[in-house]
Each structure stands twice: as C-alpha cells, then as structure tokens.
C-alpha cells in the first residue's frame, strides 16, 4: 500500500524540484522517503520526519486533511526542519 503512495507522490513530482529531504513515517506500515526528487519506501536519513498513520497520509495528500488541522490535533507530528515541511505544502499545492 505505501508503495502506490510512493508511486502517485512519484508522478506528482515530475517536473517539479523538492529541496531537501522529508520522511512519512506511518509506524509498523513503513516510511516514504522524499528525497532527490525521488519517492522511495527505503528508510534512511531526512532533513524533517512527519509521523503520521498510513490512512492520515492518504486523507493529507488527497487533500481530505489539512496539514494545519492535522498537527493541531495530534493527527501528525513533524520534527526536524520545519522548512522543509513548508515547502512540501507547496509541492502538493
């Protein structure tokens, strides 16, 4: 399942420059690694990590959750570089 995610975060990304890199960390279902301008489900190192459950991940990018909300209530929690988290907003835009 997170590799279909990867997969459409992949095709959303083409022709487009992310910065940095960020991990979605949705626990025992896995990781989605942004990176290089890549989406990969292999772990590694990132710049900012948003833990979020697999289900909130597809609601955030579906647009069904507001990034905003979502903190506000717990729904995800992202540490390390804020910016980097910001320009991801921007990406899904």
């Known amino acids: 399942m997170l590799q279909e995610i990867a997969d459409g975060i992949q095709k959303g990304l083409n022709g487009k420059n992310f910065d940095g890199s960020l991990k979605f960390d949705c626990g025992d279902a896995g990781v989605i690694v942004l990176a290089d301008n890549q989406a990969t489900t292999q772990d590694q190192d990132t710049d900012c ?11 955030l990018l579906t647009g069904k959750l507001n990034p905003m909300t979502g903190v506000a209530l717990g729904k995800l929690k992202i540490s390390g570089n804020m910016g980097v988290a910001m320009k991801l907003g921007q990406l899904l835009g």
Do not use: C
């Open 49 to 59: 990590t948003i833990r979020i459950s697999q289900d909130n991940l597809t609601k």
